[in-house]
Structures are given as structure tokens and as C-alpha cells.
Nanobody
Framework: QVQLVESGGGLVQAGGSLRLSCAASGRTFSNRDMGWFRQAPGKEREFVAR????????YYADSVKGRFTISRDNAKNAVYLQMNSLKSEDTAVYYC????????WGQGTQVTVSS
């Protein structure tokens, strides 16, 4: 069964931190690069970060570079996103998926940053 479950979101003040977690199940996500994406109200879903399966190298959107860190635990099929120095513009629903993304999306986790 293909499933993605995101957690760890919440309400935080600007400048604060959150750590998101993603549990991936199903062969669809085995041995694949994984990514975090987000969708703010009224906007398209956008790329946030990616981590490679082979060597763990990571890539980030310019808007989060230096503030967010993606990591993964292959043994647990888990992906994480440490978010520091949060800004109001980071407010969105955050999703994980393979990168490039598959058609399977989880319900996401809401991150709200108050200014």
C-alpha cells in the first residue's frame, strides 16, 4: 500500500523552528530521491527541498536555503525537514513525496507562522 503521512506542523512565531516528519510506505518510495513541497493559500504547490537516495546530497529552493535542512532515515523510510528562522511567508501546507513527485500525495501538515 502506497502511503505518505506528514506530521510535525503547527503554529509558531516568526523566528521560531519546527521539525516535520514524513513516513513513507510502499515500494513506490523505495530507493528514490525524496522531497518536501508546500502549498500556500491561493498558490500552486511548490518545491521546497530534495534529498538524494544515493548519497544524501540535498537541494533547496532559494527561499529556504540556509534556514531549512532536509534529512532522511532510509531504514525507517522516513524523511525530515528541520525549519529554522521561520517567516510568515513559510505559512503553507507541507507535503512530502518522491522527487520527482508521484501522483500519490498525503494529507500534508499545516505550518502557520505568525508575525
Amino acid at each position: 500500500q502506497v502511503q505518505l503521512v506528514e506530521s510535525g506542523g503547527g503554529l509558531v512565531q516568526a523566528g521560531g523552528s519546527l521539525r516535520l516528519s514524513c513516513a513513507a510506505s510502499g515500494r513506490t518510495f523505495s530507493n528514490r530521491d525524496m522531497g518536501w513541497f508546500r502549498q500556500a493559500p491561493g498558490k500552486e504547490r511548490e518545491f521546497v527541498a530534495r534529498i538524494r537516495w544515493t548519497d544524501g546530497r540535498s537541494y533547496y529552493a532559494d527561499s529556504v536555503k540556509g534556514r531549512f535542512t532536509i534529512s532522511r532515515d532510509n531504514a525507517k523510510n522516513a524523511v525530515y525537514l528541520q525549519m529554522n528562522s521561520l517567516k510568515s511567508e513559510d505559512t503553507a501546507v507541507y507535503y512530502c513525496n518522491a522527487h520527482p513527485p508521484t501522483p500519490h500525495w498525503g494529507q500534508g501538515t499545516q505550518v502557520t507562522v505568525s508575525s
